[in-house]
């Protein structure tokens, strides 16, 4: 599975018009079976590119609205290789400034379930670490194994990254693949935790399409879903 802010599709300086083969491509690339998305430009007008894209890797779509852009509609995604039990939106907008939200996918067959949400955390710190305690208390993420993935915007050790790194603990990882900026990746944004789940593998994509379609690379991570716990195998 796979987080990934595309940058609403501008490629790396964000001043050219939307391109969206080259994300696109670089999607393809990492042949996921669970993708978060953030940045996500669908336009108001035209082809729809992530419908294109989720129909041309055979892939579910569950996207919610951040913002609404001159060219379209920005928000968070998940595109999954299995469908969709239910999709959910949680409101994270507690700064007057920011609206930011998540997009929780619920995924289920007999043997089980896991949850998958897709976030664009805030930058402020002071509202970035309230968002990450709403995320931690919420009923479904405390009960269900969940995937957390997106752009947490972590620049620096701040109390929601050290929160969230105490309470979803299981990824093998000390230290966090820097994404950010993808030309020369210095800091660890984007990332994948786990509760009730084995992250074993971490790392982020740094091909040569990656490091000019977004300003992000994506990162990749391989889960270990216990048969006790899921039978989706990924």
């Known amino acids: 599975m796979a987080t990934y802010n595309v940058h609403r599709w501008t490629g790396l300086n964000g001043r050219s018009r939307p391109d969206p083969a080259r994300a696109g491509f670089v999607i393809s690339e990492l042949d996921a079976d669970l993708i978060s998305l953030q940045e996500v430009l669908r336009p108001s007008r035209g082809d729809d590119p992530l419908e294109a894209l989720a129909e041309a890797l ?57 949850d998958v949400v897709a976030t664009h955390l805030a930058l402020a710190d002071r509202t970035r ?69 084995e992250l074993i593998e971490l790392e982020a994509h740094d091909s040569r399409a990656a490091r000019r379609a977004s300003d992000h690379l994506p990162v990749v991570a391989r889960v270990k879903l216990e048969p006790a716990k899921a039978a989706l195998t990924a």
């Open 58 to 114: 055979g892939l579910h779509v569950a996207f919610a609205v951040t913002r609404v852009h001159k060219r379209g509609k920005i928000g968070n995604a998940i595109l999954s290789r299995w469908p969709f039990a239910g999709v959910s939106m949680l409101d994270l907008s507690f700064s007057r400034i920011e609206k930011r939200l998540a997009v929780a996918a619920q995924l289920r067959d007999e043997q089980g379930e896991v």
């Open 129 to 197: 670490q309230r968002q990450v305690r709403s995320l931690l208390e919420h009923p479904r993420l405390v009960h269900t194994p969940t995937l957390l993935m997106g752009d947490m915007n972590a620049w620096r050790k701040c109390k929601a990254t050290r929160e969230l790194d105490e309470a979803l603990t299981e990824h093998h990882n000390t230290a966090w693949p820097a994404s950010f900026p993808s030309a020369s990746p210095m800091l660890a944004l984007d990332r994948i935790y786990a509760r009730g789940l």
